[in-house]
């Protein structure tokens, strides 16, 4: 048997007294409550508590890190039973799925997933070999076993995660009844909306047009109008804010932001809704709706996401064949200084107001980010996200950003994930990487041990609770 190796001081560093301070942090930050204020698994899970289906569904189906990677060595989507847009056939046999993810396993060496799912198959399952080819099966049966039982079902592991909160990202189109139901249930987890408008505020979104009529009709507002237009989010956010929300959210393609007048912002809503905007102008349309964004979150206290800087769906043919969110988009380079501007020179100043910047962007850690929000009182910095959210993109973050930007201007972590079992194993990820980072700068003399005991609760639990207002 070829065991599964979780060592106690992975991902410490090799130097004994420097593990052994980093070891002393993390045991007093491991078993903190875990916050997530940022994500996108599915409130329905909570709203109906009803049993996992089994292994492939829960593990391989939701998580494109994981078909992904597969996808890359030539194993088709159908294979592992991504549903198809034309509802075309797909493989759904939930073991031969299995089956297949097993085979392919090894290609995840090296990769924080397989730092995931290891940790998920060791603690959750008790899983003490490796999954392999050969093991699959018992695998396959152990953990559809557990799913079966109560205490594998969403709110119990809420629950035994200690999750405290998590938030998880709708559209403003989204009724909300699975988290009213949740409301209504007596359950004492807590889970909250983010706003999330990107169909009604990006004109080449798939069904843009109809989306923002959608809009007008839920909120009774003439969204063919700016002014009707604004008044229709403020409406929802309004609506969002009383189901728990705290924050919204922004996938836009960069980070331009834009401050026009209403006669010109008019002129794009007329062509975003005739569909013959341009391309430059759709920009522009987006960079503008960031500022307005950020002026509706002055005046209600949302705070405002903003994740630039992904080519989305750069694969057409997979696109066309699967839709969004289906492992097909790319970083790209993506300027702040110039693109905040406009947003900054209107609200930079405020001390109502909360931008947390993430990026995909590694290059703009020192050069952009971290001189932009350790100046302007509104920005903070989210932590390493997707393609960087792995122990090195962690230890680049602090490394590049923490010398001009400070911890105070970052908001600790946030987890980002479909893949409800992985959501422990990136906490404790992160945690671990803090607290080598922190015993590090201890070590070199930068910071009093005294100050890195204060420092590794506030990177882990107290910055996301205080930067969201959970």
Known sequence: MKPIDLHPDRLFPAEPATRALARALYDTVRDLPIVSPH??????????????????????????????????QGIPLEQVGIPRRDGGPVERDARKIWRTFAAHYHLFRGTPTRMWLDHAFRAEFGMEERLTAESADRYFDRINAMLATPAFRPRALFERFNIEVIATTESPLDPLAHHARIRASGWKGRVVTAYR???????????????????????????????????????????????????????????????????????????????????????????????????M???????????????RNHNALLFADFGRD??????????YVRALR?????????????????????????????????????????????FHDSP???????????????????????????????????????????CRFLATLVREHRLGEDEAFDLAPQLAYHLAKQAYKL
Not at 245 to 257: F, I, M, R, V
Request: hydrophobic content about 40%; some cysteine; aromatic content about 10%.
């Open 326 to 335: 289906k492992g097909a988009d790319i970083p790209t380079r993506t300027d």
């Open 392 to 434: 090195e993109g962690m230890l680049r973050f602090r490394e590049q950003a923490t010398e001009t930007a400070g911890f105070y201007n970052t908001v600790g972590f946030n987890d980002d994930t479909r893949a409800f079992l992985s959501i422990p194993a990136r906490h404790d990820v992160a945690r671990r990487i803090d």
């Open 197 to 295: 408008p990107d169909p009604v505020v990006d004109p080449e979104f798939d069904g843009f047009r109809a989306n923002v009529a959608k809009l007008g009709e839920i909120t009774g507002e003439n969204t063919a109008t700016w002014t009707g237009y604004l008044a229709a989010h403020r409406n929802r956010r309004a609506y969002f804010k009383s189901m728990g929300a705290t924050s919204t959210d922004h996938g836009h393609p960069t980070a331009l932001t834009c401050d026009l007048d209403a006669a010109a912002c008019q002129k794009l809503l007329d062509r975003a809704l005739a569909g013959t905007i341009a391309a430059e102008e759709a920009e522009q349309f987006r960079g503008q709706m960031l500022t307005e964004m950020a002026t």
């Open 342 to 386: 406009p947003l900054l020179a209107k609200h930079g100043n405020a001390r109502d107001l909360t931008v947390i910047l993430f990026t995909l962007d590694e290059t703009s850690y020192a050069r952009e980010l971290a001189p932009l929000a350790g100046h302007y009182p509104i920005l903070k910095l989210g932590p390493p996200w997707w």
């Open 39 to 72: 994500g996108h698994t599915d409130p329905q899970w909570y709203a109906d508590d009803a049993p996992f289906p089994d292994a492939s569904a829960l593990l391989i189906v939701p998580d494109h890190y994981v078909f992904r990677m597969l996808y890359s």
């Open 297 to 311: 979150s002055r005046d209600d206290g949302l705070v405002m996401q903003i994740h630039p800087g992904s080519f």
